[in-house]
């Protein structure tokens, strides 16, 4: 515990630079500003201000892109509460109890809670990561490649089986993740696949091009089609009016802790996420509170609960993504790259190999919450003036700055071409609702998988039997057996009820 009090505080002495400090405030401030923009989202933002941060060292690079991520829950809740618009995934359940409480003149308590309890949340949770973060890289540690594969095929699995929608557009999308990885040249023998002769390729997709291609430009045809529409507010913030009662501030505690938990779980989990944890926890109170009918009517249990959730799942998330090199959700896949690309492997190693970057970036996360603590409540006007902003006028610079972003990184058009095409494949999917997310997580894992698989199986001489050797790998691939039977189980209970209804009750 001495040791890890040192290094938190090795960690607050490199986040608390004036440098470290301009970042942190430049990504909290924009995080905040994108997740109150419905449609734009944090992992496109990330996306595009990504090559922006390859002339910033590792460090302030990755502080940068943790606040606009976290910064995006403070301010998704934003549009939510008060024009019903949710501005990030994991926020729309806030808006079933946020916005009724707008139409009764509750805005402030709303955003007031909204703030306080996201604060909470995400303090909490980093607790958690300083604990359980050397915990699990000193397990890591251990690792061989039975591990690695083991593992990541569990959060392939359960990203596939887990994650909201079907499980089986889910494990289709993790496949084709898969094989999206295998273009390149073969790590092994060197054998270029899937190339078609374009020295472009021989490296593998740009995964910046796909992703900005996937969750920017698909984002801005699927707002183009639908219509981004401004709408009136007449919500008036005042001051006195966010203060809560004493009532409001005992009905929070009990939920805000509860959601707490379920975010950090969630976050720790692969292919669950903030979005996740928000539906969980306002399910989980819904359930346990003596007056169920007040939720979706203005229960200011149902804003504290899925915010608490969101905040401290996305802080959580980065648990596995450091330690074990395994992303839980799109966004910290983004993350995992954007380290690679500044030539550092997450992993096991990471905490020991590169301490200011690790314990940087976890006193970073208290600094952010502070500041967005600070700045969210006088924000809000800003914010609401932005809501006014027409799409239409919206859309061009967003576009712009994508082929911008995507050019930047190899001076290449190829990669703009590539961005647009995942785009137009990111607007399929939307149409057909196949998910987006685990698709990136098999892109990004697909490399790792194959490696760590041909090691194996040239160290056991081909056996299968190897991964039965070491307990960490036969419970990790027994777990995954477990979530396809599940799943399985699930869609034949599902066919069953389709192919013999009830029989209808003749009156």
């Known amino acids: ?87 990030t995934a994991s926020t729309a359940v806030t808006a079933l109890d946020g916005y009724p409480m707008t139409q009764q003149g509750r805005a402030g308590v709303a955003l007031f809670v909204t703030t306080i309890v996201s604060f909470i949340g995400g303090s909490i949770a980093i607790v958690v990561m300083v604990v359980l973060a050397p915990l699990v890289a000193s397990v890591a540690s251990q690792f061989g490649s039975t591990e690695y594969f083991a593992v990541m095929a569990l959060a392939l699995v359960a990203a596939a089986t887990l994650s909201p ?27 270029y696949r899937f190339a078609f002769g374009r020295m472009e390729l021989v490296d593998g997709l740009n ?9 920017g430009i698909s984002e801005i045809l699927v707002n183009l089609v639908t219509g981004g529409q401004s709408r009136t507010i007449r919500a008036r913030i005042t001051l006195r009016s966010m203060l809560p009662t004493r009532e409001d501030t005992r009905r929070i505690i009990g939920p805000t802790m ?23 926890s306002y399910a989980t109170e819904k ?14 249990e149902g804003v504290a609960a899925p915010e608490a959730s969101n905040n401290a799942s996305v802080q959580a998330a980065f648990i596995p993504t450091l330690t074990l090199g395994i992303p839980g959700d799109a966004v910290m896949a983004v993350m995992m790259g954007a380290l690679m690309l500044h030539g550092i492997l997450p992993g096991p190693g990471l905490i020991t190999n590169q301490p200011d970057l690790f314990w940087g970036l976890v006193a970073s996360f208290w600094v952010g919450n502070v500041i967005l603590l ?3 409540i006088p924000l809000i006007g800003i914010w609401l003036q932005i809501l006014r902003v027409p799409y239409h006028m919206l859309y061009p610079v967003v576009l712009m700055l994508i082929s911008t972003g995507v050019y930047s990184i190899r001076n290449s058009g190829f990669d703009v071409g590539i961005a647009l095409f995942f785009g137009l494949v990111g607007y399929g ?60 189980r699930a869609g034949l209970r599902t066919r069953e009820r389709i192919d013999n209804p009830p029989d209808k009750k003749i009156c």
């Open 287 to 300: 359930k346990l509170s003596r007056h169920p009918e007040e939720f979706g009517h203005g229960a200011i």
């Open 429 to 488: 999917m939307t149409l057909l609702r196949l998910p987006a997310a685990p698709l990136l997580l098999g892109l990004v894992l697909g490399p790792l998988v194959e490696e760590h698989l041909r090691r194996a199986m040239i160290i056991g001489r081909g056996d299968l039997m190897i991964f039965a050797e070491s307990p960490i790998s036969l419970i990790s691939l027994t777990g995954a057996a477990a979530l396809v039977l599940l799943m399985a």
């Open 165 to 191: 929608g079907s499980p089986l557009n889910g494990v289709a999308m993790v496949v084709f993740g898969l094989l999206l990885g295998t273009v390149g040249a073969d790590a092994t023998t060197g054998f």
């Open 1 to 87: 515990m001495t040791e890890t009090i040192a290094n938190l505080m090795h960690g607050f002495s490199v986040a608390l630079a004036p440098h470290m400090l301009m970042y942190c405030l430049i990504g909290a401030t924009i995080g905040m500003g994108i997740g109150v923009l419905p449609g734009v989202g944090a992992l496109a933002t990330i996306s595009i201000l990504l090559p922006f941060t390859f002339k910033l060292d590792p460090t302030g690079g990755m502080i940068m892109l943790a606040g606009i991520f976290y910064g995006a829950q403070y301010g998704g809740s934003v549009a939510s509460i008060l024009l019903n618009l949710p501005g």
């Open 374 to 376: 600070a700045l969210n």
């Open 258 to 280: 509860r959601g707490t938990l379920v975010g950090v779980v969630t976050g720790i989990l692969p292919g669950l996420g903030p979005q996740v944890a928000s539906f969980v």
């Open 207 to 215: 995964l910046i091009a796909v992703v900005m291609g996937l969750f």
